[in-house]
């Protein structure tokens, strides 16, 4: 019920790690399928979404990186030729490119052709309320005791008294 509750969400497949140096964590194959699940996640929730008719702002939008000093252009260019190598959508904007096309003041940028916007408050609860009514139970504010994971399924047992 907080800020959640008044803010669209920007949905990016990016995480903490930059691709770049996920690539020397893992190797590239593996961040380049990490980095497209997350795609793959982004446009997954967009079907879902427009298949349940579900009324919570959902819209495609790009993405914008930005550079804001030459140190960081250098990195982020070896990010983006990274993520041009496995396709993932990008292009790269130099500084007066960027200037002209959205009036922001950079040394580059990666523009990534998919992310999303949602309002997550609402997206939430349509999904809660379509899960609840096929059976799914809800608890609010409880406080979880424990979980076991030794079955098929997870199970969690609530705090009693």
């Keep these: 019920?907080?800020?959640?509750?008044?803010?669209?969400?920007?949905?990016?497949?990016?995480?903490?790690?930059?691709?770049?140096?996920?690539?020397?964590?893992?190797?590239?194959?593996?961040?380049?399928?990490?980095?497209?699940?997350?795609?793959?996640?982004?446009?997954?929730?967009?079907?879902?979404?427009?298949?349940?008719?579900?009324?919570?702002?959902?819209?495609?939008?790009?993405?914008?990186?930005?550079?804001?000093?030459?140190?960081?252009?250098?990195?982020?260019?070896?990010?983006?030729?990274?993520?041009?190598?496995?396709?993932?959508?990008?292009k790269w904007l130099d500084g007066a490119e960027v200037k002209r096309k959205f009036g922001v003041i950079c040394h580059g940028e990666i523009l990534s052709e998919t992310a999303a916007s949602v309002d997550a408050y609402k997206l939430a609860h349509e999904l809660i309320h379509r899960n609840k009514r096929k059976g799914m139970q809800v608890y609010d504010q409880t406080e979880i005791d424990r979980i076991e994971t030794s079955g098929k399924r997870p199970k969690a047992f609530l705090k009693t008294g």
């Design 1 to 90: 019920m907080g800020s959640s509750s008044a803010t669209a969400s920007m949905l990016k497949y990016e995480i903490d790690t930059p691709m770049y140096k996920l690539c020397e964590m893992i190797c590239e194959t593996g961040a380049a399928e990490f980095y497209q699940a997350g795609i793959d996640a982004i446009l997954d929730l967009g079907d879902l979404v427009k298949s349940n008719k579900i009324d919570c702002g959902f819209k495609l939008q790009e993405s914008l990186y930005i550079a804001h000093d030459r140190q960081s252009s250098i990195w982020l260019r070896k990010e983006f030729d990274i993520r041009d190598k496995y396709n993932l959508g990008v």
